[in-house]
């Protein structure tokens, strides 16, 4: 196989051969375009480009159907945006090159070496809030996919256990990331750095944080899915059971479905019908009933009163008054890392820990749920319980 010798080279191919290379493309759930199809409406026949595109592996034959090679279908799902596999691995191996990139950077000891290390480091940091805001969302599509579209009971539950795997692959590898910013290298993200890294690193952990949240709420939904594939397959397996029991004359000896159907009235449980009856013309103009109702709309219509509109109130002094307003943000995750140095349970470090503001029991209760669900991982939950501002609380602490 050839290779490009320049990305002259590739881009002229492309933009050459572009109208076989998007039909490959849209069609590559379903390859159905051979060899002497492409010659005839594709490449004007002439079989050198055909043998240029394979001998350079942009295409590849297979089972007699030419189809795009996987290298260039990756390139095209990824920058479109519409691959269906969740790549996990990849950003596993954006965390190992940051690691890696880190440790060259505070080995070296030239500053352009720095510097070259760490635009590579900076790179990374953008691929890897990228890799995980993709992979969140073809998650969250191919479980919509699997729900709506898989008609086998079986192969959906299946699926959806697989992309549940999937986002907790995903969870972790985020938890693995924050590690890497809080402890792993704590020496390279510390207070020293510049302002450039800084920002990316900000922009990383927001985006990480986002991705974390979608992730709960994909939990949650594949729970609900999970739950209402249960109840339908119960459902299918009575009706199927009925069913059979009434092809062999024997449902109403074995069920109480006559019963049941003389009981239950469902069709009282349903919304009235409305019938939108429109009037024809002869009956509004040639009948009484029909002259009185134009008569009362056309009188509603011309009444000032019929669309007053109320004027909003003005704001007030106050209202209009500049200012800013200023709010503390918790940080999760400091709160964490001197929890996991305690020999404390949860809720009582909570209670001792100094905070900027004051804590009520409500703030307190929600900081305590929001740790013990963001750090799960971290601690350690007993079975023990106890009681306090009228609630009660499992004890948790530091693995």
Known sequence: MNAFSDIDSLLRVISREKDILRFLFVSR????????????????????????????????????????????????????????????????QHIDALNENIELWLTVGSDARKHRYMGEILRILRSIALSTHRNVIDLKRAIDSTYKNERDYAVKRKRLENLDRKRADIALLIKEAEKLFDERQRVFFGPSMDAHLKETVSMVRDSLTEAYHGLLEL?????????????????????????????QLVWESSTDVIWALQTHRPAFLEKRPWYNCLPSLEALTNTPDGIAALKEAHTALKSPTARRKTDPEPLSPE?????????????????????????????????????????????????????????????????????????????????
Not at 76 to 85: H, I, M, S, T
Not at 228 to 245: D, F, G, M, N, S
Not at 325 to 339: I, K, Q
Not at 358 to 371: I, N
């Open 319 to 399: 209202e209009l008054s500049r200012g800013a307003v200023v709010r503390d943000t918790l940080n999760t995750f400091e709160v964490r890392n001197a929890f996991l140095g305690s020999s404390q349970d949860l809720m009582t470090f909570i209670g001792n820990y100094h905070f900027s503001e004051p804590m009520t029991p409500e703030d307190t209760l929600t900081l305590f749920c929001r740790l013990a669900v963001e750090f799960d991982e971290d601690f350690r939950i007993t079975g023990e319980y106890r009681e306090a501002e009228g609630f009660l609380y499992p004890l948790i602490y530091p693995r």
């Open 219 to 247: 939990d949650r939904q594949i729970i609900v899915y999970l739950n209402k594939i249960e109840a339908e397959q119960r459902l299918v397996e009575k009706i199927r059971r009925i069913k059979y029991l009434k092809d």
């Open 29 to 92: 759930k379903a390859p159905s375009l051979r060899a002497e199809q492409a010659m005839e409406h594709f490449l004007s026949q002439d079989s050198r480009r055909l043998d240029y595109l394979l001998d350079h592996g942009v295409i590849r034959e297979a089972d007699g159907l030419l189809v795009l090679e996987d290298t260039y279908l990756r390139f095209f799902e990824e920058v479109l945006e519409v691959n269906e596999e969740i790549n996990v691995l990849s950003v596993k």
